[in-house]
Structure formats: C-alpha cells, structure tokens
C-alpha cells in the first residue's frame, strides 16, 4: 500500500527550541494533514493543508503543503513541554480515498 | 458532549474467542472508521462507514466485520482472534465529505492483547 516517510522518528529538544518534522511520499496527495497523539488518547487534528504551497499556522504551529505535493512539513516553535506527543502526517490523494498515516515522530521536550 | 466514546479500554483474548468493541459518537456524524495501531506504526483503516446501513473495507479488513445499524453506532467485531491482531484500536467519526478533509474526530482507543 502507499507509504508516507516521516522523519525524524524521535526527538529530544530543549525547552524553547524550536522543531522541525517532515513527511514525503512517492505519489501525490492532495490533503495533508498533522495529527498530535498523546498517551492513551486518540489522534487530535492539529492542522489541515488543502492547497499546494500552503503554508497554515496553528498557534506556535506552522504547516507547509509542499509544493510538488510529494511532502509536507511542520514546524513548532518556542517548544514547551506540553508539546511532548507522537505527531502523525496524513494524506489523502482525493475526497474519497481514505487517509494514509506516516509513523510518527515522537517529540520529548526536556525542562 | 462525550464525542466518540469506545468500550472497553482494555482486553485480553484467547487465541480464538471473538469479541465486540464498541464505539458511539454523539455528533450526528455520517462518517465513522476503525483503525488499528501497531507499535511504532500509523494508522491503519480497517473499515468504515459513509452513513447508517452502509460499510466498506479499507486497507486491512481481514479479520474484522463491522455493522452500521444507527447513525451512532459502529461495532468492529473480531470473530476467531489471532495474536496478529494484537493491537489499539481506535474508533473515529467525521461530520462529511469523508475522511480527512473533515475533520475526524478519535475515540480515546482500545487495547487489546490476544494470547
């Protein structure tokens, strides 16, 4: 089936740095989407890119929707450590296909 | 307002038995999926549904029947368990469109072991 590569797989940051993730994939899509996941809890939608070259904020959260379409891109700012979760891209190629979900990145924020 | 809800939490099954989750949504959404989670792996759909009375496979329903008799409600039903189906499960609605393009909103998961 169609993959999305996420990278990193995990990080360990500082308090107040900022953080950069991505995620590719050998065919287009034409949603991305970023999801956050914390223990025990279900995927919480973060943010959600329509449009090529996009580029979406959410807070100290920002998105870009690649402009080739192949890849996506989020970045966090000024890190705190409720930032702490796993975060998951997810494309989907047209309105009725069904999502695919990269691996994740989890994210440890030191104090 | 309780959003998606799914029962129970956590399970253990012998290779073998079968077992019922639950989940109900409150949101009067048309959409609703099931997916599985693997350790250090994303979301997989096993199958969803487009309104009540109507389901379809997704990436990885072999295993699994599902039922939509209500709008609320989308039991995932495991008839012979299997270790492979070892796994957390997560139960999600969205309000249209379908999939990603509107938001999906997640249930809190089920655990579930199979020995």
């Known amino acids: 089936g169609q993959q999305l590569n996420q990278s990193p797989q995990s990080m360990f940051i500082q308090e107040g740095e900022d953080v950069s993730m991505n995620c590719t994939s050998s065919?287009?899509?034409?949603?991305w989407l970023w999801y956050k996941q914390e223990p025990g809890e279900g995927p919480v939608l973060l943010i959600a890119?329509?449009?090529?070259?996009e580029l979406t904020s959410n807070g100290r959260l920002t998105a870009q929707f690649g402009i080739t379409r192949k890849d996506s891109f989020l970045n966090i700012s000024a890190s705190i450590p409720s930032d702490v979760g796993i975060y998951f891209c997810?494309?989907?190629?047209?309105?009725?296909?069904?999502?695919?979900f990269g691996k994740g990145t989890r994210l440890s924020v030191i104090a | 307002n309780a959003g998606v809800t799914q029962t129970p939490k956590f399970r253990i099954l012998k290779i073998g038995q079968s077992m019922t989750l639950q989940c109900t949504q409150d949101?009067?959404?048309?959409?609703m999926y099931w997916y599985r989670q693997d350790p250090g792996m994303g979301l997989k759909l096993i199958y969803y549904s487009v309104g009540a009375g109507i389901t379809d496979k997704g990436e990885v329903p072999n295993g699994y029947n599902v039922s939509r008799s209500t709008t609320e409600d989308f039991p995932l039903r495991l008839e012979l368990a299997a270790p492979s189906q070892t796994s957390v499960y997560f139960c999600?609605?969205?309000?249209?469109?379908?999939?990603?393009?509107?938001?999906?909103?997640f249930g809190p998961g089920t655990r579930l072991t199979v020995l």
């Open positions: 997810a494309g989907q190629r047209s309105g009725n296909t069904p999502l695919v």
């Open positions: 999600a609605s969205s309000r249209d469109r379908g999939f990603g393009t509107d938001t999906q909103y």
């Open positions: 065919s287009i899509f034409n949603t």
């Open positions: 949101m009067n959404h048309n959409y």
């Open positions: 890119l329509y449009k090529a070259g």
